[in-house]
């Protein structure tokens, strides 16, 4: 049974069984059933539950018969929106029977490596920026007068502060 933890440390098991799946069906538009019969749905679904922040957490609150969405939803920060994530993909894999297990199981591996791919990539990229900023001419600019200065802020009764 896949799990996670929300951000005051208290675990949540999530398992998807026909009436849950039916409740996704019907209150998130995530049909799970309809996975059984086509690939591309597979990866409509996997797509929307990556993509929108809100809509997996709104999927685990159906999962865990949550009527108070929004003070559920209090529960969560960054971190544990991802693991929530995660725990509600792998028990939607886990709702599936052989082969469809197998082959969903397969396919999340893929694209949790070619997500993490990506983040490795824009993290390296914004990493070199930040190195790349010339400190010097950033903190001359800021003392030159005309500049946009704390010579101007002050002159707008505004301060500049470190």
């Known amino acids: ?37 086509s690939a591309n749905h597979i990866q409509r679904v996997l797509e929307s539950l990556t993509e929108d922040p809100v809509l ?31 725990a509600l993909i792998e028990a939607i894999i886990d709702f599936f029977p052989e082969p469809q297990k197998s082959i969903l199981r397969r396919l999340w591996n893929r694209t949790t490596e070619a997500m993490l791919q990506m983040h490795t990539t824009a993290t390296a990229e914004v990493l070199k920026a930040i190195d790349d900023i010339d400190l010097d001419l950033v903190l001359k600019n800021l003392t030159t007068p005309g500049s946009g200065s704390s010579e101007s802020l002050e002159s707008s009764g505004t301060t500049a502060t470190a």
């Not at 675990?11 to 309809?34: K, S």
């Not at 999962?63 to 971190?79: C, P, R, S, Y």
């Open 56 to 86: 997996p957490m709104t999927c685990v609150a159906i999962v865990e018969d949550i009527d108070d969405v929004d003070g559920f939803a209090k529960l969560f920060n960054g971190q544990a929106l991802q693991d929530a994530s995660g």
């Open 1 to 37: 049974m896949a799990t996670w933890t929300d951000k005051t440390g208290t675990t949540h098991h999530v398992e998807i069984d026909v009436p849950t799946a039916r409740r996704l069906r019907d209150e998130c538009n995530v049909d799970l059933l309809q996975c059984l019969l």
